[in-house]
């Protein structure tokens, strides 16, 4: 899957590793794609012909195209060319003028990117350069809180560590900090200009999608022969931002070959269910309409130039289709986006596809992001427990009190130490052990602002600088920021050692031996440091519960008190430590550098070293960190659970974070169970372990990306099957590109409605493949807004737009739609009786004005404010999400409902027809002026016993159409003979006509409201 979308992003051109020079050109036969973003759906050339397919795909639309064309042949016109070239011409016409705003404004914002200003260093110094002419070798200088224009291989940077830290957000959707390592043998030139001097060259990879992991090596073939491998942590990928200090990156991908571009999808034009369905309805109205000419002609007899006459049959019924049902549709949607983005109760909202806002109405699954989504990605220390004792957030000003018992150094303060007891000299030491190893085990470096830097001593700077922190994980920076409030306060970190201030503004140096950073497979992280004024080595390590129980020595009340964090919410981390001798670290350094060196079975025996230490560790505490949730979140999620919205959380988070964040969210209910998935690489492990899963499949499912990709490749149909009868599903671990995946998968197998929801590029996939796509506006910039469908600022806002926006525009869309068939049928089965009355001749009952008249002046105004109705109020449909769950169905327009309608314009029509003949029989000359003013009534009726709650502009709309056509009753006089329509037999006669053709509609209304009411009006 990964090769095939990579040769799709680079127009099929097989990918391979490439070799790329430092400082000096590349040879010419090594072609690379442009470095240009382009998001645009069409081009100058192909945007007229894309868009006449687009619309021409329609059955309504290439139907109407084929009837219009047909009229230029005289022996089968039946009317004049405007009346079918005009309606055409200016359904296309919008769609045009639409599709070209909305790609003019892509081109606008890829502009935007394309001609950013960068830095690039060559021989005369560095010179500007615009994005999009970067090429594949250059060397590119990228500035603190500047994006990464390209893929690059990091070389050299200002920070004298020779680290920098990058924001990965548009990447993996993550917000915290990831830490990058310049090149060691390019950081240890002296200056920049020294690039040039060398000969060295970087091999790379072949491109693909994976972000997560590189593969190459930085080789030096001149006097100073070096080679360096080169992993992810060499790497800054396009799309992340530099955190601090300038970076020197030497370019290796560009344009469609960067990790960003190859897990971006293509965005495609999105057709709604409603769409598709009217445009079924279509193709049975013209087999109607085909049947009905046929039975004209079986009528009339095969004879003289039968094949003539059935065309004009076809066309004169052309009727039933209505022309004005596109354009009807799509002005409704362009009100229904207005209408979203002018509610107050969901500000700064804003619709960039206005061709689907009826698909929020009917969604079934919604796909939704975690970090800046659900949460804030803001951690707060709420609790600490040292298995005797446990603080939370109303104690710890006693925690404090115990380091600075334990930190006393005057004589008066030792003296009165001596007094408080051995059970509060037993607690203060524990705490500051604890409080200590938090401080020192983790990856954490405190930062300075530029501009702060002084010319004071560096013991003055360590007392007075006001400390920041950068580091990979926010759980992290929490812990190391709640050290710093009770006393403990990390003040300055390199490569090598760190310094801790006590409470006493002294100052603890500890050198660092070893890191042993957290995996998603060890699941923990570990330390080796040494204590310089003591000389003393600690091995200190943290990690999750399931793994730190069986490395710690043994306890009673450790996994109790994960349980009762865990309920809580909380993000749990388990912290031990270990001291070690001198002999005892010698000896096992030279066993982990012999297993670093190993050429095979590296990471085997590198971790079989490590796991030796962690062996019988004294267990120091349990900490507690919530992930604060975006507000709202709970009752969000609740309201759409009761509306029947399945959610499924995608993440690119570790499995006990998206744990601990779905129970925090209430998307797992105190009540029910978690199944995690246990991980396989297998088939046979897959098969295993989904015949336990089928067990459980009552309980929320949680499983990993790899694991998911496994089952998806063997056993897809019944894993789907399985995780959609769950109440909800995690997948942690995930892509960009899987969380696509599971979107397309979840369309194809379910034919659901799926919505996705996002903040971050990596969102960008997941939320175009979806039926439906909302991006919201956060810390992770606007790369999801502005590829989504509908753009919003707070999560809690996707309830008001699915149950009350949503539901109103699939209801309001409903209604229209049939009624602009009932339309287009009533007068059709009107023209089918004259034609069968005067001896099946294909003669036009009405003149091409009228027919023109009647779908635009007359009745467009009524129908159209059918746009303006509504079954229940915001408030009620807010209180009484089930209510949704009914539109699921697709009841309000179904093939139920179609033929019902086709029965009520068949009725009416016929009516309208015979009591013409019957009543007016004397007075048939007028058979135009009678039948159409009945029509017309009828239809002004028909949209009265439709509406369900009146607007005043509804009544303006009957009204004016009303005035309108006595106006043209006076105007037209060609057509109608004033003196007839002034007598009062014709009044009466309309009015017996169109009451007959009304009133039984209306009873039975009234009858099935009584007897049969729909579920909304029992609230109303």
Known sequence: MADSCSNRCCGKKELRPRSVLIGRAQPPSQKFPANVIRNQKYSVFSFIPLVLFEQFRFFLNFYFLVMACSQFIPEIRVGYLYTYWGPLVFVIMVAMIREAVDDFMRYRRDKEVNSQKYRKLTKRGPVSIASSDIHVGDLIYVDKDQRLPADMVFLRTTERSGTCFVRTDQMDGETDWKLRLAVTGTQALSTDDELFDIAAHVYAEAPRK???????????????????????????????????GTC?????????????????????????????????????????????????????????????????????????IPISLRINLDMGKVWYAWMMAKDENIPDTVVRTTTIPEELGRIQYLLSDKTGTLTQNEMVFKRFHLGTVS??????????????????????????????????????????????????????????????????????????????????????????????????????????????????????????????????????????????????IYFYMKGADVVMQTIVQYNDWLEEE?????????????????????????????????AKMSVSDRSAKVAAVVESLERDMELLCLTGVEDKLQEGVRSTLELLRNASIKIWMLTGDKLETAICIAKSSRLVSPTQDIYVFKAVNSRSEAHLELNAFRRKCDDVLVIRGDSLEVCLKFYEHEFVELACQCPAVVVCR????????????????????????????????????????????????????????????????????LLVHGRNSYKRTASMSQFLIHRGLIISTMQAVFSACFYFASLALFPGYLYIGYSTVFTSFPVFSLVLDKDVSSEIAMTFPELYKELTKGRSLSYKTFFMWILISIYQGGIIMFGAFILFEADFMHIVSITFTSLILTELLMIALTVRTWHYLMIVAEVISLAIYVVSLVVLRNYFDPDFLSSWGFIWKVVVITSVSCIPLYILKYLRKKFSPPSYSKLT
Not at 289 to 303: D, E, N, Y
Not at 504 to 521: M, R
Not at 569 to 593: C, I, N, W
Request: glycine share 6%.
């Open 210 to 244: 994976e972000i997560y992991t590189f593969i190459g090596t930085f080789t030096r073939t001149d006097s100073s022969l070096t080679e360096d491998s080169l992993s992810l942590e060499n790497t800054l990928w396009a799309n992340t931002v530099v955190a601090c």
């Open 248 to 320: 020197l990156g030497l370019v290796v991908y560009t344009g469609s070959e960067t990790r960003s571009v190859m897990n971006t999808s293509k965005p495609s034009v999105k057709i709604g269910l409603i769409d598709e369905e009217i445009n079924a309805m279509t193709k049975w109205l013209f087999f109607m309409m085909v049947l009905l000419s046929l039975l004209m002609m079986v009528l009339k007899g095969f004879s003289g130039p039968w094949y003539r006459y059935f065309i004009r049959f076809i066309v004169l019924f052309s009727y039933i």
């Open 391 to 536: 603080f939370g957030p109303e104690t710890m000003d006693e925690v404090s009190r115990h380091i600075k018992t334990a930190y006393q150094k005057d004589v008066s303060s030792k003296s009165s130490s001596r007094h408080l007891g051995k059970v509060r000299r037993t607690i203060s030491t524990r705490v500051v052990e604890a409080v200590r190893a938090i401080a020192l085990c983790h990856n954490v470096t405190p930062v300075q602002d530029d501009d702060e830097q002084s010319d004071q001593p560096e013991a003055d700077q360590l007392e007075d600088q006001e400390v920041n922190y950068q580091a990979s994980s926010p759980d992290e920076v929490a812990l190391v920021r709640w050290t710093e409030t009770v006393g403990l306060a990390l003040i300055k970190r390199d490569l090598h050692g760190m310094t801790l201030r006590t409470p006493f503004t002294d100052f603890k140096n500890f050198s660092i031996l070893q890191i042993f950073p957290f995996t998603s497979e060890s699941k923990r992280m570990g330390i080796i440091v040494k204590e310089e004024e003591t000389g003393q």
């Open 562 to 594: 994960c349980g009762n964090m865990g309920r809580e919410g909380l993000r749990t981390l388990v912290v031990a430590k270990k001291p070690l001798s001198e002999e005892v670290y010698q000896d096992f350094e030279m066993r982990y550098h012999q």
């Open 734 to 801: 995930c892509s960009p590109t899987q969380k696509a995946e599971i979107v397309t998968l979840l369309k194809t197998h379910t034919h659901k409605r799926t919505c996705a929801i996002g903040d971050g590029g990596n969102d960008v996939s997941m939320i175009q493949a979806a039926d439906a796509g909302v991006g919201i506006v956060g810390k992770e910039g606007k790369q999801a807004s502005l590829a989504a469908d509908f753009s919003i600022t707070q999560f809690r806002y996707l309830s008001r737009l």
